[in-house]
């Protein structure tokens, strides 16, 4: 008894998967699940001869434990986590750790993190990114929570994450309370805009160039041997070039209805609130939404004429045009995805490590792409910088791209394919790189019907007006002004 490192509740596949990493690594782990069957089930399958410890409750589990004790729940994102946790407060002491691994939404992380403090216990709320084979061989994550619960799990959580150049863990300290969920759910933002800028440039290849699964393969195969070398565009290549019984390619025979599980949603909804400009990730996730309707999409193909398909006359120029649009708007992507956590650090006071971050997605995670790398440069050599778009590689990136990337929404609009994504990322950076936007208007407009007032360019800034539009309002205007 008391022997074991750490203990773990929730065998599914992401619970049972870090087990078995967590005791590859040299840590005996106690489980425990609450259909008690799959605890068995574990321990005499994939867990045999392992250091494994089987509990059939939470007593024994907490009486297996070294002090303190580390606890990881792998259950369900909500109020399952908030079940476990008061199942949990009866059997555990002062100064042990519970560690939430799943997909939790960050100000449940906050609250949660109190609460267990108010009990004499150390919270961590961790990101825990890679899908099944990253948790089995070496995830990303994300911890945040109760800082002094940091020293006691580091040597655990760092040893079963992915390594990237020089053994480096993609595992560090985010910051206080939901930081570690927070970053997580950006990155799960970041990784929605990613597959549906891939799916839109699927969607030209296939029905603006005619090209077949196998031929799209092989472009992509191209790609993740340039600077778009990722996982999603590694995945994407072979999803495209697998073969169903038939011979023909499975991805052709999948329904075009895609899932979602909400933290993309949850990205977006806190950039509304945060005032940040989040519009390619919030594109992809309405997406999602828009391919849900599928009923009314096949209604709607059949009240509509569709446009004639005009494929560009060099089919290589387009294909090379398309690379550099989809690593343009990748750059919109993560710039957004930045932005937002800086705003979030601002409001929660986290101290936020912005390369670290993109250290962390290096490697293991579903967004871990080459060039994370430079991010991680471009926060090292200004810790300050206040939009990826202005460090100097990025900028560069951008202007090489502008003109492809142009070429290539223009292309897809005149054919009537949609690609939100990759025109809400161009719109995006058409705005924030004018000096003058109309919104001076939308002002005067405000202020016409609402008295909301404004501001003048031959003013200071500061100093607000109002005009009396019509001849017949007051003088009176608004209390409120916000930017």
Known sequence: MNNADIGLIGLAVMGENLVLNMESKGFTVAVYNR???????????????????????????????????????MVKAGQAVDDTIEQLLPVLEAGDIIIDGGNSNYQDTIRRTAYAESKGLLYIGTGVSGGEEGALT???????????AWPTVKPILQAIAAK????????DWVGENGAGHFVKMVHNGIEYGDMELICESYDLLKNVLGLNSAEMGDVFDGWNKGNLNSYLVEITRDILRYKDADGSALVE?????????????????????????????????FSRCLSAAKEERVKAAKVFSQ??????????????????????????????????????????????????????????????????SKIKEAFDKNSDLKNLLLDPFFTGIIEDAQASWRRVVATAVANGIPVPAFSSALSYFDG????????????????????????????????FFHTNWTGHGGSTSASTYTV
């Not at 990237?164 to 595992?171: F, L, P, Q």
């Not at 990205?267 to 989040?278: F, K, N």
């Not at 290589?316 to 956590?341: R, T």
Request: hydrophobic share 40%; glycine share 12%.
């Open 432 to 463: 924030y790189r004018s000096e003058r936007l109309p919104a001076n208007l939308l002002q005067a407009q405000r202020d016409y019907f609402g008295a909301h007032t404004y501001e003048r360019t031959d003013k200071p800034r500061g100093e």
């Open 35 to 73: 259909t008690v069957a799959k605890v068995d089930a574990f321990t005499k399958g994939r867990g045999a001869g392992k250091h494994i410890v089987g509990c059939h409750d939470l007593t024994a589990l907490a009486a297996a434990l070294k002090r303190p004790r580390k606890v990881m729940i």
């Open 253 to 285: 025979h999948i329904l075009d209805t895609a899932g979602q599980k909400g933290t993309g949603k949850w990205t977006g909804i806190a950039a509304l609130d945060a005032g940040v400009p989040l519009t390619l990730i919030a594109e992809a996730v």
């Open 138 to 148: 070496g995830p990303s994550l994300m911890p945040g929570g109760s800082a002094a």
């Open 164 to 171: 990237v150049e020089g053994g480096v863990a993609c595992c």
């Open 307 to 372: 446009p004639t398909i005009t494929k560009p006359a060099d089919a290589q120029g387009f294909i090379n045009d398309l690379e550099k649009a989809l690593y343009a708007a990748k750059v919109v992507s993560y710039a957004q995805g930045y932005l937002l956590m800086r705003e979030a650090a601002k409001e929660h006071q986290w101290n936020l490590n912005y390369g670290g971050i993109a250290l962390m997605w290096r490697g293991g995670c579903i967004i871990r792409s080459v060039f994370l």
